[in-house]
């Protein structure tokens, strides 16, 4: 069910998507793990094997006393189990009553992964690992994912095997429609954005070739300045795609959203500089009853600033949680 929403009405000067793209990263102050008590000390790191012989670390939160539900979190492109996003959001599950993982992708938890694998917007296998792991907590699960997170949350949702624990998804700036935000983010308006991200993900991405240099076939991805030459390069043979486009188009949301049979709620922006209109489905949720999906006129990507110490999209998460699933 869609919703155009003007419920979040950003503060002065944050009705402008690039600015609130860009604030949260820049600027904004979350103090979770609350360094006073402790900070970082209190995250416990717990490593899994993964069925190919690698493995993934997940940062488990502070737990509350009684926890009602488990929140798994997938960060974004070029982030980690400890970015601003993922420790608001924890905070903002946590007094709701959530017990937090938050876990990482491959190369992104400080420690280089074994397997030539990594990760790409489609790839849910390591996050249904993540799952299979929780579910030994025995409390319902929720997964919530941010950007290239949100679209494995959706992707994984829409698939055959869904963990019969998970009770739903949240998912938040999704670009869902790959192939034109795949062209979007190396248009010149979002150089800034695309220089940045390729900088936190080349460094990983070199280390990975040095092992297995098979990957690129042999290829130079040192002057890569672009996500088209990057997913050509190294993307599209490590998967098995045959180009760029053939990966965009195969690992798009929205053919799966008809298929999602779980509680979801996604939030996007329609000033988000990531996404073209078509990234924001309208119609695949008019004809999904569990489908639940507010069009914000503000928030840019993963934005959504407040004056208060949490975000929109923290808000918004906590009361589909509380309207929809009765936690």
Request: proline residues 7%; hydrophobic residues 40%.
């Amino acid at each position: 069910m869609p919703l155009v929403s003007s419920l979040y009405v950003p503060p002065f000067p944050f009705q402008n998507g690039r600015l609130n793209t860009v604030f949260p990263t820049l600027f904004r102050r979350v103090d979770y793990p609350d360094r006073q008590e402790g900070g970082d000390s209190l995250l416990r790191r717990e490593r899994i094997s993964t069925p190919d012989g690698d493995f993934l670390d997940i940062d488990i939160y502070p737990s509350p006393a009684s926890p009602r539900f488990l929140a798994v979190l997938t960060h974004g492109l070029g982030g980690n189990s400890r970015r601003k996003y993922v420790r608001g959001m924890a905070r903002a599950f946590r007094r709701a009553g959530g017990l937090c993982a938050a876990w990482n992708h491959r190369g992104a938890s400080g420690e280089i992964n074994r397997a030539r694998r990594f990760s790409h917007m489609g790839e849910t296998g390591d996050l249904a690992a993540v799952i299979a792991w929780a579910e030994r907590f025995d409390l319902p699960i929720v997964l919530a994912g941010f950007s290239m997170g949100a679209h494995q949350t959706l992707s994984y949702l829409g698939g055959d095997n869904v963990s019969p624990a998970v009770v739903c998804g949240i998912a938040i700036s999704d670009p869902c429609d790959t192939v034109t935000a795949g062209n979007l983010i190396d248009t010149p308006r979002n150089t800034v954005f695309r220089r940045y991200l390729l900088k936190q993900l080349l460094p990983l991405v070199r280390e990975k070739l040095s092992r297995y240099p098979d990957i690129a076939g042999g290829a130079d991805v040192g002057g890569i300045t672009d996500f088209h030459t990057f997913d050509n390069l190294v993307t599209a043979p490590a998967f098995g795609f045959r180009s760029a486009e053939d990966y965009y188009s195969r690992v798009s949301v929205l053919p799966r959203i008809p298929f999602i049979r779980k509680p979801v709620f996604l939030l996007n922006a329609l000033d988000d500089p990531f996404c073209t209109p078509a990234c924001h489905p309208f119609s695949e949720a008019e004809k999904n009853p569990v489908f639940w999906f507010e069009a914000s006129r503000w928030g840019g990507h993963m934005g959504f600033v407040t004056k208060g110490d949490t975000c929109y999209h923290e808000e918004r998460a906590v009361r589909f949680l509380n309207e929809r699933i009765g936690f």
